[in-house]
Each structure stands twice: as structure tokens, then as C-alpha cells.
């Protein structure tokens, strides 16, 4: 399989080369063309999706820009201003149009002449896009787009002082690995106490974020939003019971896990008790791991790491370099947390993220760099909506990538012994994220289930969540305060609702393709490969299927794949 990281911008047929979206004027022309436009065959019909596709491209491309820019620098009105102007005005228009296209899409006698084996999925998101839209929700989603930035914009502000100097959350959270004890402690109170000072401006937001989007699923008819948004992100392969089950399971099989590594964790430490400024750090005489100085040695060495494992991946980080689509370095004013932003025109995606010099943002790096190179094996699809690919797959993308890179971090650490520790480290977090994730996603169901609970209730529901879901061996006495409100350092709860789960499932995927990898790196990778370039052609059973895996959360299943990661483990 030959695939090239020369990725060009989608060439355009319907839109002029130098058409740029400025207003709602230079935009409602080409929408009004499509809607009108005469299909009188299967031909002229295949034409009219590759205009609209085209189209969309272009609009879905515009407000990602906006989005970079802002969370770029959230200390810039002007593109906060340029992102709400396209929320508030552009979007909403958009919104009718769309749905008229949909509908002139199913209403058509030829439709029923496309290829099955390539349109299903594609017809089937049309389909619950229609059922979903309804015009009283569109001011209410407009508003929402808009809202949900605010946790970027409260959280890029907050910074703590440590030795002296200014720091943002995450270049101060380098402190935890601190050998020294008090060190840790200090910086985990500084943090926390920081966050608590805003915890009212973030409960008003999230109980209005809570009221409207409550208003938008009972607008549509359904009884929650819970159950409007999982048919909105299309989960039609798994229901609210199979994510009763993976809590449960996580319960019954990763937690015993988890408390084994704290253990582990406290022996090393030489530890009475261990408290959580305790579990990131090394014993004494132990330098943390610092892989990297600045974000462009993490760039070249992540490239290198890459092109060792297949040189196409790393062809695809070196390309987005050369397009100047790549953000790394945590600085003040800039949002917070990491992702990377498929581009539908453009192709190479943006990488966005915060990189203060740490073991942690290898795997940041990297788990973004699997993100885009699905992004680059999906953008030679025709058309712009077979290249939505559902989030667990997109995430099985970016997982895998953190499992096949360990293979390569020769080019981080000079050491074995650095080596071995990053990991084990790695390793680690593979199973003690399923708690957090967990917790998150019952989390959501039970507020979306209760929209009417006030921030004190909101505030014990989720104290009894995180006490399900957390190891008995860390000491949390005393820090009752900082725990009620530890779902406020969550941008997910904020901005992408229920999106989470998935983190779940693909770390299953993730795993699996990684146990392929043990035996056999190269089928493996193409495994991998042939799974990311079917976009969203495929159903999610499907695309795992495509993959080699087995589309399964049932406890069995996961009780076996962490018995691998375990036996992994061990083995370092």
C-alpha cells in the first residue's frame, strides 16, 4: 500500500478558487443554487452531492480556522469576535439550508440508485439529521457554540506562582513529579486552590450549558438530552445499558488493577501513605523524565519516531510542519488542553496543544499525531461527509498510535533505563484512565438525567461517583473540597457533552491492535491503515471489524485485554 503525505487542497468546481466566507450576502447564492438546482439523473445527482460536499468543505473549514485562532490566544478579542460572529450569524443560516438539502437528498427518486456498499452510513447520518432538526433549536445551538468556548476562556487565565515565577496550570502541573515531597504538595494545592476561585463562574456555566441543551432535546421530543445527544453523535452500534456495563466492568476488572499499581507506586516511594501529589512522582535521587526542551524538538523528535514505525506517518507530521499547522508550547492566554483539527478543504489537520517538557505530552503528541494521520488517509474520499468518521474510531486512531510509538521512543530517552520507566509509565495510565473515564461518563448521565439538580446535589453526586471509581489505596482525607468540584478541570463536560465513552471503547480497540502488533507490527499497521482510510463509509462494528478487532464492551472481553496489558507490564 502506497499512500503519499503530499496531501493537496481539495481542487474546487463549484466555488471560485478565491471565494472566502465574509458574510451571510457572499454565502446564500451558492446555497440557494444547490437547493434549486434540477435533478434529472443519477449523474446530475452524484454532481449535485460532489457541489454540496464541496460546499460544506469549504463552510466546516472556515469555522475551524476561527475555533484555531481563538484557542490560539483567547486574550485576542478580535478572534473571539470572528468565531462568534460565525456562530451567532453564519451558522444559524447555514442550519435551514441544510436541512433542505438533506431532504431534497432523500426526497430524490435517484437516490434510491446509489451505490448501497458506499452511501448506507452516509444516508443514514442525512436521515437522523433530518429527525433531529428542528429551526426553534437553532438560536439555542448558536448560542451554545458560543458558551461552551467560555471554559477556554476562564481556564487560559488561570496561572499559579511557584519558585517565584508565573506558571500556566499545565506547566506548574511539572512540579508533581517534583522528588521533593513538599514540593508536590505545595504545587497540588496551589493548583487546586487556584481552580476553586473561579468554581462559581464555572458552576453558572455549566448549569446554563445544562438548562439549553435540556431545552434543545425536549424541543426535539425526546425526555433528555442524554438521549437526544446519542442519536445526535450517532451511537447507533451500542446503548445507555452498555455503558452501565463498562462502568461495572471497570469496577469488577480494572480497578483491583489500578490499586495494584498504587501499591506498587507506594513501595517505590517508600511511602506510609500516598496522597495524590504522590502519583506522578519518582523516589528520591530519580529525575523525572524530560524527553524534550521546546515544541520544536518535540516536532522533529516525534517525526522521527514516526517515520521509523511506517515513513508515511512521519511524512504526515513532517508536511503539517511545513504548513505552519502545528501549536504545541502551553503559554499564557492560550486555552487549555490538546487536539487536532481535521481541515475538510485543506486536508493536513491542525495539531493544537499545551507541551510544558514532559513524559505526558509525548503521549499528548503522539496520540494527536494518530488523529492526523487518519485525517490524511481519510481526505482522498469524494465527499466531504464520508470523511465523518465515528469518534471511537477516531480514537482508536490516535490510542493505537501511543502503543505502536512506544516500539520507537529510543528517540525521546537515551537510556534503557528512562526507556523502561516512560513505559511502564505509559502502561500505567493505559489502565488507570478507565476509572476517570468512567466516572466522567456516569457522571454525565446522571446530570442529563436530573437537568434540574442544583449545584450542591450536582456537587455530591459527583463526590459519590469519583469514591466509586477510585482506588482505596490513595489518601484523600482533607481534600473533600477540591474533590466536590474535580469535574470542573474536565473540557469535555464543557464543550463536546458525552463525548467520553469513546476514550473507552478505543482504548479496548487500541489494545487489541496493539496485542496484532506484538505478533505481527507489520499486518498490524496494515490492519490499522486499511481500518483509518475507510473514513465513515463503514459502521462502527465494521470498521473494527476492517481493523481485526472485535466490536465487544462486554466485561469478558475487557477482563481479557487487561490481563494482556498487565502480563505486558510485568515483562518490561
Known sequence: MN?????????????????????????????????????????????????????????SEDACWRQIKMTCDTENKKLEEAFNFFMMEIQPKVQPYADKLNKK????????????????????????????????????????????????????????????????????????????????????????????????????????????????????????????????????????????????????????????????????????????????????????????????????????????????????????????????????????????????????????MNAAGQFDDVTTMVHEGGHAIHSFLAHELPLTGFKEYPTEIAEVASMAMELFSMDKWEVFFDSPEELKRAKEQQLERVITIFPWIATIDKFQHWVYENPNHTEEERADQWLTITKEFSSTVIDFSGLEEYRRY???????????????????????????????YKQDPEKAIINYIKALSLGGTKTLPDLFEAAGLKFDLSPAHINQLMLFVKKEMESL
Not at 33 to 41: K, M, V
Not at 109 to 114: Q, S, W
Not at 496 to 510: D, K, N, S, T
Open 3 to 59: 499512500y503519499s503525505a503530499d496531501i493537496k487542497k481539495t481542487p474546487r468546481h463549484f466555488l471560485p478558487a478565491d471565494f472566502e466566507i465574509t458574510n451571510w450576502e457572499s454565502l446564500h447564492p451558492y446555497l440557494i443554487q444547490l437547493e434549486e438546482r434540477e435533478i434529472n439523473s443519477l449523474k446530475d445527482l452524484e454532481q449535485w452531492l460532489k457541489d454540496a460536499s464541496e460546499l460544506e468543505a469549504v463552510i
Open 105 to 352: 437528498l432523500i426526497d430524490n427518486p435517484f437516490t434510491k440508485e446509489l451505490d448501497p456498499e458506499k452511501y448506507f452510513t452516509y444516508l443514514r447520518n442525512v436521515k437522523k439529521n433530518i429527525e433531529l432538526f428542528r429551526e426553534v433549536n437553532i438560536p439555542i445551538q448558536a448560542e451554545l457554540n458560543v458558551m461552551q468556548q467560555q471554559f477556554g476562556v476562564i481556564s487560559g487565565k488561570m496561572t499559579v506562582e511557584m519558585k517565584g515565577q508565573e506558571y500556566t496550570l499545565q506547566q506548574a502541573a511539572k512540579f508533581l513529579e517534583d522528588p521533593d515531597r513538599s514540593v508536590r504538595e505545595e504545587v497540588f494545592h496551589k493548583i487546586n486552590k487556584r481552580r476553586l476561585e473561579d468554581k462559581e463562574e464555572m458552576n453558572k456555566l455549566f448549569t446554563s450549558l445544562i438548562n439549553k441543551r435540556h431545552q434543545v432535546a425536549t424541543n426535539t421530543g425526546y425526555g433528555n438530552y442524554r438521549d437526544y445527544r446519542f442519536v445526535e453523535l450517532g451511537r447507533f452500534d451500542y446503548t445507555k445499558e452498555d455503558c452501565f456495563q463498562f462502568h461495572e466492568a471497570v469496577k469488577l476488572h480494572v480497578l483491583p488493577l489500578v490499586n495494584q499499581i498504587y501499591e506498587a507506586k507506594k513501595k517505590k516511594l517508600g511511602l506510609e501513605t500516598l496522597r495524590p501529589w504522590d502519583i506522578e512522582a519518582e523516589p528520591e535521587g530519580i529525575q523525572p523524565l524530560r524527553p524534550f526542551k521546546n515544541g520544536n524538538e518535540l516536532t522533529e523528535k516525534t517525526i522521527a519516531c514516526f517515520e521509523e514505525l511506517k515513513p508515511f506517518f512521519g511524512a504526515c507530521l513532517r508536511k503539517m510542519k511545513e504548513l505552519g499547522h502545528l501549536d504545541l508550547e502551553s503559554r499564557k492566554g492560550k486555552a487549555p488542553g490538546g487536539y487536532n483539527c481535521p481541515l475538510a478543504e485543506s486536508g493536513a489537520p491542525f495539531i493544537f
Open 486 to 516: 474535580g469535574w470542573q478541570r474536565q473540557l469535555h463536560l464543557f464543550e463536546v457533552p458525552f463525548y467520553y465513552i469513546e476514550y473507552g471503547i478505543a482504548q479496548l480497540g487500541a489494545i487489541g491492535l496493539w496485542q496484532q
